[in-house]
């Protein structure tokens, strides 16, 4: 064995444990990317459907507002039992309005369509982060391998550099998501 096989076989061994890091950090941005687009769509589907109920909410105090308008003006009808009615349903349109011990009333219900509208952008912003720090793992990957094909060193520092570039993605999704915007 002459000299330059040891020093391309030690080469080629560090260029297997970069390999083996990027894949290491590689399975965990896939990881944390398939969590934040699966609390993304948990987020998506809750805001919908309180914005569903919020909706019918605001149907059904439209039809009752309606049938209570209707009532008051209908001739012949009793004064006292228009009256009773129309105060009556003015008591259940305004529990529908707001009604915070049960949580069911417009304002409750469009403060929670809102929190998980504001819980998915989030999820979202740190799905991007995540997806291009994996992309920058698996360029660096190939990079690396094809390092110990080429034996040009150029291409293993490059995909060094692209796993600390992954590493800063991943960063940056966890801890500020919001501090820069991807398009």
Do not use: C
Request: charged share 20%.
């Amino acid at each position: 064995m002459s000299g330059g096989h040891g020093a391309v076989d030690a080469s080629n061994k560090k260029v297997a444990l970069l390999i083996s890091i990027l894949a290491l950090f590689l399975a965990l941005g896939e990881t944390l990317g398939k969590s934040a687009q699966t609390d993304a769509l948990g987020a998506n589907v809750e805001a919908a459907n309180q914005w569903a109920y919020f909706q019918a909410r605001t149907i059904r105090a439209t039809v009752l507002k309606t049938a209570s308008e209707e009532v008051a003006l209908e001739p012949g009808a009793p004064p006292e039992a228009v009256k009773k009615q129309v105060e009556e349903w003015a008591k259940t349109m305004a529990r529908w309005e707001s009604d915070p011990a049960s949580g069911d009333g417009r304002k409750e219900l469009a403060a929670k369509a809102k929190a998980a509208e504001a819980k998915r952008d989030l999820s979202l912003a740190r799905y991007h982060h995540y997806e291009l720090g994996s992309a920058a793992f698996q360029i660096g990957i190939v990079l690396a391998s094809a390092q110990v094909i080429t034996g040009i060193a150029a291409l293993a520092f490059a995909g060094g550099a692209l796993g600390v570039a992954g590493v800063a993605m991943l960063a940056v999704g966890l801890f500020a998501p919001h501090a820069f915007h991807l398009v």
